[in-house]
Structure formats: C-alpha cells, structure tokens
C-alpha cells in the first residue's frame, strides 16, 4: 500500500512538471493605458505638395530676334517697370525717326493750306461787297467763294494728314515693345534663357519652348497641394491647417485654407485629386522659403480636448479592442463606441475607462483574446 502512494505521488509530480515546462509562455505585448487627451478629425495631402509664388510670370518677347541687351541676370531684385531684356530693332527705330519726320512734314503742308484758305475766305468776302456794289459780275463772286472752299477743304485734309503720320508714330512704338521686356511687378529673376547676342525665340501656341525670363515675387508665398476627391465635401474656405515641409523638419507652421479647386483633376496612373491652396498664418515665422519646396498639409476639421483616447493602430475590425487583464494576466475582447478619430489617436465615448490598458502590438503572431501575455517592459509606452 505505501508503495503505491509513493508510486502516485511520484506520477503526480512529474504530470505537474511536465504540464508546467510545457504550457504555453506568455506573451510579451506592449500595452498603451486608456488616458485623456486632445483628438483632432483631419484631412492629410494624398501626395506631396508645393510651395508656390502668389505672383509668377513666364515672359517671353511677342516676336524673335538677337538679344541687345540684357539688364539683369538670375537671381536679380527688379522693380516693376524696369526694362528687363530688348532685341535688336534698328529698322523699328528707323520707322520711328520717319513717322516723326512725317508728322513735321505734315504740319508744315497744314499750316500753309490754311493760310492760303483763310487767304481766300477773306478774298470771298471781298467780292461779295463788290457784287452788292455792282462792281464785279456775279460769276466772279461765286468763283472766290468756291475757290475759298476748295482751300478750306484743304486745310482741313493737311490737318487729316497730321492726325495719320501721329497714328503711324504710334503704330512703330507699338511693334517697339513686341521686342522689349519689361518687369509687371516687382519680384526675383528666376530663370534666363538665352545670352546677350543670341536668338531669342516666342513661345507659339502648343509649343513648350522655354520663356526668355522667369520672374518670381516672393514676397507672398502659399502652399498648393492635392486632396483625395473623397475629402473633398469636407474641405472649406478658412478651415485651420498644420503645414510641414521636409526642408524644415519637426516645424510646424499655421495655415489657413484659402481656395478649393472647382474641378477634379485626373493624373494618369494617380487617383482624382482636388486642390487647394493655403495660406501661412505667420509668414514670417516661416523664415526664408524657396519657392518650390516640398509641403504637406493637414485640415483639422474638428477638435476635442480632455477627452479619452487611445492609439487608432489599437482597434481591431468592428471597432474592437484587445484589453489586458492584470489579475488573470489574458486579454479580454472589449468592444468601444469612437467619436473623432485620426491616424494618431481615436476618441473613445464608451466601452474603456481611464486607466486601462489596451495592446497595441497587435500584429504579433497569437495576440487574440483569451491569450496569456506578459507587458512588455523594454517597448512599454506610457499614454501621454
């Protein structure tokens, strides 16, 4: 008989210790505590966006010629006004000098026809009181009265002429400023195309060729970035924005929503976006910004602060979270209520209380409910 009890003991304590070397290990999750926070509902860019000028002209001269002059170089302040870049235009010039020589001309013609014609009016009026006297036969009277207004009729076409040589001068000064360049506003000289002495070629319609000077205002500078054709309905004039750029790491800067493309754009192999454009709140806080520079943006839709979140990375499909429980040491499957929610953080309306801790590590093999884990201490991270 004692054999036996020492025999079942022996058996006891090995099924002991061969179910407790082969049962399954915990599992080390890292666990994020249910606190309060700030939680944002917001829009982000679909692909990069950029830092664009409010002022940016393209200019190129109305017809080609060799360059003549070249005032400014890249990189150049200009004011507005300033005569940037001239071809050569000797034979316009020359058109000019015989336009203004044939204004000259013309006034000289009109003054002696008039003269001649107040000559004859006066003649006329003489042999009128002749004709009353009975001095002069009456087909005199009336040659000197057609004779005046023959040259009154002169007087008036030299004028005429006058009129056309001025019309003309104006025409040369027109196709003068076919071949000069002349800056609309005051900005930077970004880019030149062609040197002084070279050919300098008009950009026709439906042909890319480069224009003869790229002008910049950067005084003035706001973000253009596209948006998900969905998101869209959600996007307003004035909603407050966050804009990062990639020059700047870990900067912030204000924004404010300023247009919304009417239309949808369709880039090919890219989804239909729509585009908007965004002012900077503090434009000097930016510092010196190149126009160019990458950006994104984030819409902030909405906001609630000093309410509970947790990470969105947390809820499973269905709106589910896995929760740790301390004294068993499994999860528990825990279904939530959410209200605003970004990538970062979700709030919660019902089904978690402050204090309680969720896994987040959700994507490692065996974390499900029911399933014994263990914190992970070395990834733990402690809601903020």
């Not at 009128?128 to 009336?142: H, I, K, M, N, Y």
């Not at 207004?149 to 040589?165: G, L, P």
């Not at 750029?245 to 369709?266: E, H, N």
């Amino acid at each position: 008989m004692r054999r036996t009890v020492i025999l079942v003991a022996v058996i006891a304590v090995l099924g002991l210790g061969l179910f407790w070397f082969s049962r399954p290990k915990p599992i080390p999750v890292v666990l994020k505590e249910v606190a309060e926070g700030k939680v944002e509902a917001t829009l982000a860019n679909t692909r990069a966006g950029t830092v664009e000028a409010c002022q940016r002209t393209k200019l190129s001269t109305i017809i080609g010629g060799r360059i003549e002059y070249l005032g400014v170089k890249e990189g150049d302040r200009v004011k507005k006004g300033q005569l940037l870049l001239k071809l050569w235009n000797d034979d316009q010039q020359a058109n000019t000098a015989l336009a203004q020589a044939q204004i000259t001309l013309s006034a000289k013609r009109a003054e002696e026809a008039c003269i001649a014609a107040l000559n004859a009016e006066k003649e006329a009026v003489r042999q009128s009181e002749l004709r009353a006297r009975g001095f002069v036969s009456p087909s005199r009277e009336e040659s000197a009265r057609t004779d005046a207004e023959v040259r009154r009729a002169s007087c008036n076409t030299a004028k005429a002429d006058i009129a056309q040589a001025e019309a003309k001068l104006k025409a040369t000064r027109v196709e003068q400023g076919r071949v000069a360049l002349y800056a609309p506003f005051d900005g930077t000289v970004a880019k030149i195309v062609g040197e002084l002495g070279e050919y300098s070629t008009p950009s026709p319609p439906g042909v890319p060729t480069p224009p003869a000077i790229d002008l910049i205002d950067d005084s003035c500078l706001y973000v253009k970035a596209p948006m998900d054709e969905v998101d869209a309905p959600k996007i307003q004039t004035g909603q407050p924005v966050r804009i990062t750029l990639d020059a700047m790491p870990g900067k912030i800067l204000p924004g404010k929503v300023r247009r919304v493309a009417p239309y949808v754009s369709a880039v090919e192999k890219q989804a239909r976006t729509v585009d908007i454009e965004v002012d900077f709140d503090r434009p000097d806080d930016a510092g010196k910004l190149l126009v160019g520079y990458s950006a994104d943006v984030e819409i902030i839709l909405a906001g609630h602060d000093k309410v509970l979140r947790i990470p969105s990375s947390a809820i499973q499909e269905g709106g589910k979270v896995l929760l740790f429980n301390a004294d068993s040491g499994k999860l528990e499957e825990r279904q939530i209520k959410a209200g605003l929610a970004n990538w970062e953080h979700t709030e919660v309306l019902d089904g978690l209380k402050a204090g309680e801790r969720i896994v987040t590590s959700l994507d490692k093999e065996g974390v499900k409910a029911g399933a014994t884990v263990t914190p992970d201490e070395k990834t733990q991270v402690k809601a903020k």
